[in-house]
């Protein structure tokens, strides 16, 4: 079955470089995250990242660490 991409059409990064959401460098990181703090289908985005193990980049206005830690925390109270 094919995952649900609907939500990406909403996406507040559509048409921007992925490269901005997969950066290294904490200015471009800030810029990414200003994207999505403006982003309608923050929450779907997340739930995507996680449901296809996606480990890298900013997915749901969080960064890879932030996914990390969030995914910890799940783990330790299931
Ligand atoms: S939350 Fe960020 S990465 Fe996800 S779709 Fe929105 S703008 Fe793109």
């Known amino acids: 079955m094919r995952p649900d991409e609907s939500w990406m059409d909403q996406a507040a990064c559509r048409g921007r470089s992925p490269e901005l959401f997969y950066a290294n460098e904490e200015v471009l ?16 985005c997340l739930d995507y990242a996680f449901a296809y193990g996606l480990e890298d980049g900013v997915w749901g206005g969080r960064t890879e660490r932030e996914r990390r830690r969030m ?8």
């Open 71 to 78: 995914l910890r925390a799940m783990r330790r109270s299931a």
């Open 29 to 44: 990181l800030r810029a990414a995250l200003r994207v999505c703090s403006s982003c309608r289908v923050r929450r779907e």
